[in-house]
């Protein structure tokens, strides 16, 4: 894979594009990740970088992976994945001139969380979880399961006035 290559390009608009192009192979053909074993933690390797853009496209490789593995394939790279994203959900930990991009970050390791959990269970999640970050963790369980009773409610209301 002669896109593995561009990973640690000499800009970061090089290496941004490299993960982009790498989300779009797994997108395209799961299989992808089984004929080199090292993408995954060598992607997410990249989320030590300081360049905003390349942060960006290796949350859009995650949020990718996730969702198009299976479960059964997900729990081999569930520990990499949470100890690799969650540093991003947190803004006082991550200083950058734009706070868009923080916000944009937390909302990102959101949803990927929420993807893991609804396919792998809260206890896989959680049992890979970082002390520091289970209250994130929960949080997210948290407002994603009020949001659902909002939603059921809101639709038993609407069948009552119809």
Request: with cysteine; glycine share 4%.
């Amino acid at each position: 894979m002669q896109i593995m290559g561009y990973l640690s390009g000499s800009s970061p608009h090089i290496t941004s594009g490299a993960v982009s192009a790498l989300s779009l192979l797994i997108y395209k053909n799961t299989g992808v990740w089984f004929s080199v074993p090292e993408l995954v933690p060598s992607v997410l390797a990249l989320l030590q970088s300081k360049a905003n853009e390349v942060i960006k496209a290796v949350l859009g490789f995650a949020k990718v992976l996730v969702s198009c593995l299976h479960a059964q394939d997900l729990q081999n790279f569930l520990s990499a994945i949470v100890n690799a994203i969650l540093p991003w959900s947190s803004v006082s930990k991550n200083h950058f001139r734009s706070k868009n991009c923080i916000i944009l970050f937390g909302w990102q390791v959101k949803i990927i969380l929420e993807i893991m959990i609804r396919k792998c269970g809260l206890s896989s999640v959680d049992l890979v979880t970082p002390e520091k970050y289970k209250g994130f963790v929960k949080s997210v369980v948290e407002v994603n399961h009020s949001l659902l009773l909002d939603i059921s409610k809101s639709k038993k209301s609407i069948a009552l006035v119809m």
